[in-house]
């Protein structure tokens, strides 16, 4: 079996397991989307859904946080974690898309990553949820278990984006990528998988490996 066929029978088995791929982050439009990513970094996506829901109910717009005061920010986003540079990038990089992009979410990767705080992992994620553009982003899920199947050889995020970007089906990476956050969660447990019951045992080369 090549990379390729390992690659789309695991889309495949993940489809059949989890038909509704969707960002455990909750948001309701991309600019809640890009914020609520931004403060993913180094924090589960659990806490950060209980974050926002006050911080997008006292800014709503672009402007209300491009002009908010970061202390006020900080004090909203504490249990987050690294809660001062985050507070910092949410302001500056809704400065920058009022300044550079008309206060809109832009589309492309070379814009979203000159956003302070907006690296590769954050843009494919906008690219691929808001956009409907080919994308692959390259968590601790999908970098583990790309690595257990045997679809890449390496722990380097941008490694990991660049070999599965030529391997998986562009219209459902970013779905893919989804999918392994699901089941890395809940089977594929870092450490303590449980192989015998994974959908995808047959094609994983590590199955049965702690």
Request: glycine content about 6%.
């Amino acid at each position: 079996m090549t990379k390729k066929e390992r690659a789309l029978a695991a889309v495949e088995a993940l489809e059949k397991k989890y038909p509704d791929a969707i960002c455990s982050l909750n948001a309701e439009n991309p600019l809640q989307l890009i914020i609520a990513t931004r403060l993913s970094a180094q924090c589960t996506d659990a806490r950060v859904n209980l974050v926002t829901p006050a911080l997008f109910e006292k800014y709503k717009t672009v402007e209300d946080f491009a002009n908010a005061r970061v202390e006020d920010i900080e004090e909203i986003i504490h249990s987050c974690g690294f809660f001062r540079g985050k507070a910092r990038d949410i302001i500056g990089m809704c400065s920058k898309m009022i300044a550079d992009y008309d206060g809109k979410v832009p589309d492309t990767m070379e814009k979203l990553t000159s956003l302070p705080g907006v690296g590769r992992k954050t843009a494919n994620l906008i690219l691929g949820d808001v956009y409907n553009k080919p994308a692959v982003v390259a968590d601790t899920h999908l970098i583990r278990i790309s690595n257990l199947l045997g679809l890449v050889d390496t722990k380097d995020p941008f490694k990991v984006e660049t070999e599965l970007r030529k391997i998986l089906p562009p219209d459902r990476s970013n779905d893919f990528c989804h999918r392994c956050v699901l089941h890395g969660r809940d089977t594929c447990i870092s450490g303590r998988p449980k192989c015998e019951i994974c959908v995808m045992c047959t094609i994983c080369k590590s199955v049965g490996k702690k």
